[in-house]
């Protein structure tokens, strides 16, 4: 048997043995550890069969009923005051769903940004790209130096080669 099975049945084979399965008891007295770790839980249960729960002083009573009137008849806390109590002694569960929501509206700013940021570049680049090409178009003092290069470029070539031959 594994000790692990064995240990979810040591409460039970303390408080009632009768309940507990043969191979379970078997198993404890087999195993040391198993046997030490049922020991253990014995001795505490003992010990806690042994305490008693301490008597409140006489003064106890009145101290408390005076607290109590002092408390009601204080004036209501104010805004922050309620505020900091909850915040600090409450379960927050009333808090998730407001982080759920800062969270999406984050998310949504932080990625409308990239994208804005992402879309701004590329639109920036091609557009340099285009006023280049546009304005090369308008320029037609350009382009006749550039066939007249492209044609000293060619006869040069040709008279190279006719040389070759």
Partial sequence: MICRIAK?????????????????????????????????????????????????????????AARLRAERDAPPAGFFERMRARLL???????????????ALLLLIGGGTYVGVMNSNQTSASSATVRDLQSLDENSQVFQQLNTLDQQDDESDSGQSNSNL
């Fill in 8 to 64: 979810t049945n040591l409460e039970d084979l303390l408080l009632d043995p009768g309940k507990v399965p043969v191979e379970v008891r078997k198993h404890v007295e087999d195993c040391a550890e198993c046997r030490h770790e049922l020991a253990t839980l014995e001795s505490t249960m003992l010990a806690l069969d042994g305490w008693e729960a301490p008597e409140p002083s006489p003064f106890f009573e009145a101290r408390m």
């Fill in 89 to 103: 002694y409450s379960s927050n569960l009333h808090l998730r769903p407001m982080a759920a929501g800062a969270l």
